[in-house]
């Protein structure tokens, strides 16, 4: 499949995570689709921008270090995808990320993830935070600045806790839950 066949293939993406991961397996068969995909998630203004998001969400969940090479520009374009599914899938991702380079191990991730990566996922972390995104998107978000708050980045977890404590009582049991898991784990 070329790339232009990769976009068109995009029209037949749907939500089913059948079909979401039929189209992950094509890209994970031919990485060199890799950077069109996050090309055309960069297109935030596209319908296909959604679908390349679930299907690098899919990528990422099967090897998450393909993203490697492609870091600069994922992480230059976080802060202007703002759909909602698009959001909660990248949020996803940058847990992902963060789960990887927090590994005791070395791994691609470590090796790659410069201190302008993290800042760029730490800043769309936080705007997801503060912004009228829905639940899954914060609670991956949540997760991922309390994974990068560990590195002698307590600013983080004060600023995590914050606004965690701030919008608590106005969410749903769930997100409570996962709220009052976070901060026990950022007292310890």
Same mark, same amino acid.
């Given at each position: ?12 993406? @749907?939500?089913? #995570? ?10 994970? /068969?031919?990485? =060199?689709?890799? $950077?069109? +995909? ?9 319908? @296909?921008?959604? #679908? ?10 099967? /090897?998450?270090? =393909?993203?490697? $090479?492609? +870091? ?117």
């Amino acid at each position: 499949m070329t790339s232009t066949g990769l976009y068109k293939e995009l029209n037949y993406v @749907n939500a089913s #995570r059948q079909n979401r991961l039929r189209y992950a397996r094509l890209v994970l /068969n031919n990485l =060199s689709l890799l $950077p069109e +995909l996050i090309d055309i998630l960069c297109m935030v203004n596209d319908k @296909n921008s959604c #679908r390349a998001a679930w299907i690098l969400e899919f990528v990422c969940i099967d /090897n998450i270090y =393909s993203i490697t $090479p492609h +870091l600069n520009k994922f992480t230059n374009n976080l802060k202007h995808i703002y759909l909602d599914s698009a959001v909660r899938t990248v949020s996803k991702i940058c847990c992902l990320i963060a789960k990887a380079y927090c590994l005791q191990t070395s791994n691609p991730i470590k090796d790659v993830l410069t201190q302008i990566h993290k800042e760029l996922i730490i800043e769309a972390c936080f705007d997801w935070m503060i912004s009228n995104h829905k639940v899954a998107a914060k609670v991956h978000a949540m997760e991922t600045l309390f994974l990068f708050g560990h590195e002698n980045n307590t600013w983080i977890h004060n600023e995590l806790a914050i606004i965690l404590q701030r919008e608590f009582y106005e969410q749903s049991a769930g997100y409570k839950s996962r709220v009052k898991g976070i901060l026990k784990r950022i007292k310890k």
